[in-house]
């Protein structure tokens, strides 16, 4: 069976148009999500801080996979919402099993670097936001399609800024969170890269 060029063309933009509304309805999901448990966190005055992440205390770990969801008031919340919704968003659209294993990576290694090297108790979902920025960026780099090199050219043109808070010079927040938040997101984009052809047979 032969397809017309404008068939192809129409299931081609159906298919990315279903991928787009589904990375827009994960996502504003999870934003959701995260603003009714800070709504519940300053109701129980706090209560949810202690999921956060306590440096080297080895029962803790398990709260790696829970600090990235909550946040230390909604100011805090507030500062975080549109870069996740704008990055997170982007990161999805291109399929939304990648975009959850992508996650899965930047949670464990961002994580981990805020347990092993950080000295206070750390949430919020900047170790997300900054990941998303490395792999967009690392997709852009390993990927090698025009697409994908022009979003990232477009993330560093407009959140580059953000690569300021890899510095440690602000003792409230957590820079150990945000560099490897970071790295997890640029080797998820490199685990995750498709084979690049370097040329036919």
């Known amino acids: 069976m032969s397809y017309s060029p404008d068939r192809q063309r129409s299931e081609g933009l159906a298919k990315h148009g279903a991928r787009a509304l589904s990375s827009a309805v994960l996502i504003l999901s999870v934003t959701a999500v995260m603003w009714v448990l800070e709504g519940f966190d300053y109701t129980t005055d706090g209560w949810l801080d202690r999921f956060g992440i306590q440096p080297r205390d080895v029962g803790d770990l398990p709260d790696i996979f829970t600090a990235p969801f909550?946040?230390?008031?909604?100011?805090?919340?507030?500062?975080?919402?549109?870069?996740?919704?704008?990055?997170?968003?982007?990161?999805?659209?291109?399929?939304?099993?990648?975009?959850?294993?992508?996650?899965?990576?930047?949670?464990?290694?961002?994580?981990?670097?805020?347990?092993?090297?950080?000295?206070?108790?750390?949430?919020?979902?900047?170790?997300l936001i900054f990941g998303f920025f490395g792999y967009l960026v690392g997709r852009g780099i390993f990927e090698r399609r025009a697409l994908d090199i022009v979003i990232a050219v477009a993330v560093v043109a407009v959140y580059g800024t953000m690569l300021l808070g890899v510095i440690p010079n602000d003792p409230t927040i957590s820079w150990q969170g945000h560099l490897f938040g970071l790295i997890g997101g640029v080797l998820a984009s490199w685990f995750l890269r498709r084979e690049v052809s370097s040329g036919g047979r």
């Open 70 to 127: 909550m946040h230390a008031g909604f100011g805090h919340l507030m500062a975080n919402t549109i870069p996740f919704l704008v990055l997170g968003f982007v990161a999805a659209a291109r399929g939304i099993a990648k975009f959850l294993v992508a996650s899965l990576i930047i949670i464990v290694v961002g994580g981990l670097g805020v347990w092993f090297l950080s000295s206070a108790n750390t949430l919020g979902s900047s170790i």
